[in-house]
T-cell receptor
């Protein structure tokens, strides 16, 4: 079965903390994505990556960075968490032209 | 860039009735249109998709239609069941192009009442 695993499902962090959200896929996919999901706003693309060590900004990259040191792993980093980054974060992966598979999501609360 | 509008935002139907969700898109280069179902507390899962070289696709109780001239596509669920209750997202992409990422609609919350 296809698997995109987000290791942290629920996190509570303090304002100003550095936060790492990890995502691993076992399908040898080239492309990986981080989305943010908020009520009434749908899914918005934060960053994506088409190859190891490669990254491209999505629609809302401000306040975030990413890291892709290995093909199977794509990390989302909040350098200094703020309350407006409280949200659900979804990782996804795909090969070009194929189905996008999502992880189960990481619920982040920043207090 | 691409913009996807999805309607309605909420939809309530009786069990056994049909449900229709509609999306419009702006970029004529888009050629891949998937639909995702998201159950509470889970990530979105693909339920059906259509590519621009066909006008309709069916999978059991689910069907999707595409009108490229009008730039709209729709999800049809027949004989709805309570387990169909979820949030549904449409999306569009020029997957064969340089980026391949999806642009999503804002979602439709479907409630099926027994």
């Amino acid at each position: 079965d296809v698997k995109v695993t987000q290791s942290s499902r629920y996190l509570v962090k303090r304002t100003g903390e550095k936060v790492f959200l990890e995502c691993v896929q076992d399908m040898d996919h080239e492309n990986m994505f981080w989305y943010r999901q908020d009520p009434g706003l749908g899914l918005r693309l934060i960053y994506f990556s088409y190859d190891v060590k490669m990254k491209e900004k999505g629609d809302i990259p401000e306040g975030y960075s990413v890291s892709r040191e290995k093909k199977e792993r794509f990390s989302l980093i909040l350098e200094s968490a703020s309350t407006n980054q409280t949200s659900m974060y979804l990782c996804a992966s795909t090969d070009v032209g194929n189905t996008i598979y999502f992880g189960e999501g990481s619920w982040l609360t920043v207090v | 860039g691409e913009n996807v509008e999805q309607h309605p935002s909420t939809l309530s139907v009786q069990e056994g009735d049909s449900a229709v969700i509609k999306c419009t898109y702006s970029d004529s280069a888009s050629n891949y249109f998937p639909w995702y179902k998201q159950e509470l507390g889970k990530g979105p899962q693909l339920i059906i998709d259509i590519r621009s070289n066909v006008g309709e696709k069916k999978d059991q109780r689910i069907a999707v239609t595409l009108n490229k001239t009008a730039k709209h596509f729709s999800l049809h669920i027949t004989e709805t069941q309570p387990e169909d209750s979820a949030v549904y997202f449409c999306a569009a992409s020029d997957y064969g192009g340089s980026q391949g990422n999806l642009i999503f609609g804002k979602g439709t919350k479907l409630s099926v009442k027994p």
